[in-house]
């Protein structure tokens, strides 16, 4: 279900019943000639579309957040990327999470494909959302259960809570696209064989073989060797890793 097509019956039923709200975090970025800007995030909220087909019920899909740290590291601004600071980016993010923990969800997602193979250690677009996350619920439960929540004799089960998974930190959490199985298909990489397989499965319209002669980066020289079937085949490990990730 979309969360701006949602009535608020609906969304008091998903909350009750701790459906997952998930968002696609993207960036505009230059992808060669050949490919569109919106790539990274068009890899998110098209396998999130996929998701929302098979189990329109058992999900909550949040407008795309399209915009974020794309930086000009690929090519100058001229090239059309769109890069917006992280910290421009923290308080908006810190402001939508409090609002939608208010709210009442417990159960919420952001999915992010841009500069991921870093995620381990962070890259700024997901390190903003992720720090924004912590901040938002540690605010939250200051501000719902008072100072010194934690360290109260109510809270002495915590540990053993969270064990169980019962953990107000993860009310919110930041997730990569591609999980390691992805490249048994095709290589992360930026629009060469392996984003270009995925736009091939994902969103065929955008690509333009045509123009990979255009391109002028070493980053496109594998475009050409990218086929629908890597894309599918991909696409489908990272449906699998989503579906564990939200337990649909």
Do not use: K
């Not at 259960?145 to 064990?163: L, T």
């Amino acid at each position: 279900m979309r969360y701006e097509l949602c009535t608020p019956h609906r969304l008091r039923a998903a909350i009750a019943a701790n459906t997952p709200l998930v968002m696609a975090l993207g960036v505009q970025e230059y992808h060669g000639e050949h490919l569109p800007l919106g790539v990274d995030l068009l890899a998110v909220t098209r396998c999130l579309d996929r998701l929302e087909a098979e189990a329109p019920d058992r999900l909550i899909l949040m407008p795309p957040m399209a915009q974020g740290a794309a930086s000009h590291a690929v090519e100058g601004p001229e090239f059309f990327s769109l890069h917006v600071d992280a910290e421009a980016i923290l308080p908006f993010a810190r402001a939508l999470f409090a609002a939608l923990l208010r709210a009442g969800f417990r159960n919420i997602h952001g999915v992010i494909h841009h500069q991921s193979e870093n995620f381990t250690q962070g890259m700024p677009t997901d390190l903003a959302f992720r720090l924004a996350a912590r901040q938002a619920v540690f605010a939250h439960l200051e501000a719902t259960r008072g100072p010194g929540f934690w360290g109260r004799n109510d809270m002495r089960d915590y540990y053993a809570g969270h064990a169980r998974g019962d953990n107000p930190f993860n009310w919110i959490r930041i997730h990569p696209l591609c999980p390691p199985q992805t490249a048994l298909h095709l290589p992360f990489d930026h629009a060469g064989e392996g984003e270009t397989a995925l736009m091939m499965a994902l969103a065929p319209e955008t690509v333009e073989p045509a123009r990979m002669a255009e391109n002028h980066g070493w980053y496109t020289e594998t475009a050409p060797r990218a086929t629908l079937q890597q894309g599918e085949a991909a696409v489908q490990v990272i449906l699998d890793h989503l579906r564990r990730l939200l337990a649909l």
